[in-house]
């Protein structure tokens, strides 16, 4: 199979060969098997067979377009975790047999100022992520993990520490790096109170990085099941948001609140929570907007923020970080062919606290 690339300098012919994936072709159809194209490795492109594969919250998002934009077929996952099977020429980073990871990224311009900081992420050309992108090879869509095998750059392919266990290191990939970039960027530390609300893939990882990262750690859930998870998990104390009462306990005593909350929810709530120039940072995702009151924040010189994902580099010190403090996801490993009942669990926040796909039930 070839796929022809139309360039400034002319036109280049793209060999590519038939994958399999898991996805759907469109926002209220199950996921299901599908074929897709991947290129044959350019020099400077490793292929990594896709050992296990994380299910984020954003995945579901995506395939029921939640947040418009959605382009079908759509081939979810950038959790992944494999092992390289083939390097093209220029490859200098990785060798054939080595493990390796892929993020939310596959590609960025590399050239504006957000680029060459690493912050590929926010660059100015529009990153490309690891599914449902612009694929500037191919001219279709990026397609993710949910699949056999991928072809990234090795700019964009990250090491993984030989510490930690492979399955429960996929989950890193975003919900690890999503939470570990703000706690960095607000420079959580040691004398801090820090509260994470919403203990999903993303809720859970942040209270183990911010933990590790010396603060206090303050547990905001709907899920009172979730409350002996939390305290194991590392939190010093743990809020049953629902219950009025409870949430005065930290009210303007907070540095820091990171939010995880995939669903509606009012912000305000716990935006009150913060101390004078607190900050909260949103990472969740809903679909619909949150009303802020304007006296949420004026009264207490309060600033409310986002964060999405983590560049290349920093997310190579996350991995690097998780391999120091041996922390990974806890998680429940999948086949493929559970996955559009994954999807159910994740709507219902019911799930601990990571599904991890085992892509070999994909060869079936
Ligand atoms: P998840 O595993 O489904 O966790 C979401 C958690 O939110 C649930 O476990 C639940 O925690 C809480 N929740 C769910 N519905 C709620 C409701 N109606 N009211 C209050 N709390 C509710 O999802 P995830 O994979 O961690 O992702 C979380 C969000 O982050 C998603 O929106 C995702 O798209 C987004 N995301 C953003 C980025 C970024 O770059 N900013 C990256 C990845 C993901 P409790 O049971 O503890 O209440
Ligand atoms: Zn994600
Ligand atoms: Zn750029």
Redo the contacts with the bound molecule.
């Keep these: 199979m070839e796929a022809v690339k139309a360039t400034a300098e002319g036109t280049t012919t793209i060999e590519t060969r038939k994958v399999k994936a898991f996805g759907t072709e469109a926002s209220t159809a199950p996921l299901q098997p599908l074929n897709i194209q991947r290129r044959t490795p350019t020099p400077y492109d490793v292929e990594i067979e896709i050992l296990f594969c994380g299910v984020?919250?954003?995945d579901?998002?995506t395939v029921r377009n939640e947040w418009h934009g959605t382009v079908y077929p759509c081939v979810p996952g950038h959790e992944i975790v494999g092992k390289i099977v083939s390097v093209g020429s220029h490859v200098r980073k990785f060798k054939t047999g080595d493990l390796a990871a892929v993020g939310?990224l596959v590609d960025s311009c590399r050239q504006c100022d957000y680029c060459k900081d690493g912050l590929e992420?926010y660059c100015e050309k529009g990153n490309t992520g690891t599914y449902n992108s612009p694929d500037k090879y191919l001219g279709t869509r990026t397609y993710g993990g949910y699949s056999e095998s991928i072809v990234v750059d090795e700019a964009f392919v990250l090491r993984i520490p030989e510490n930690l266990d492979l399955a429960a290191t996929a989950p890193l990939l975003?919900?690890g790096i999503?939470t570990y970039s703000p706690l960095r960027h607000w420079k959580v530390k040691s004398g801090q109170k820090v509260g994470i609300?919403?203990?999903?893939?993303?809720?859970h990882m942040a209270v183990k990085l911010a933990k590790a990262m010396g603060a206090e750690v303050i547990?905001?859930?709907?899920?009172p099941s979730?409350f002996e998870d939390a305290k194991r998990l590392g939190a010093d104390d743990v809020v049953l948001?629902k219950d009025e009462s409870q949430m005065q306990r930290y009210a303007g005593k907070l540095h820091f609140v990171l939010d995880?909350?995939?669903?509606?929810?009012d912000i305000n709530a716990y935006l009150r929570l913060l101390r004078v120039d607190g900050s909260l940072a949103?990472?969740?995702?809903?679909e619909h907007p949150l009303p802020v009151a304007a006296f949420s924040l004026i009264p207490s010189r309060r600033s409310f923020s986002?964060?999405?994902?983590g560049g290349i580099p920093e997310t190579q010190e996350m991995l690097d970080f998780c391999g120091k403090h041996n922390i990974v996801s806890d998680i429940e490993m999948i086949n493929i062919q559970e996955i559009n009942e994954a999807y159910e669990h994740?709507?219902k926040?019911d799930?601990k606290?990571?599904f991890v796909i085992d892509m070999k039930s994909i060869k079936r």
């Design positions: 984020c919250h954003s579901l998002h939310c992420q975003c919900a999503t609300v919403g203990i999903g893939g993303l809720g547990v905001y859930t709907t899920s979730k948001s995880a909350v995939s669903a509606q929810h949103l990472v969740g995702a809903p986002g964060s999405m994902i994740l709507l926040g799930v606290y990571r």
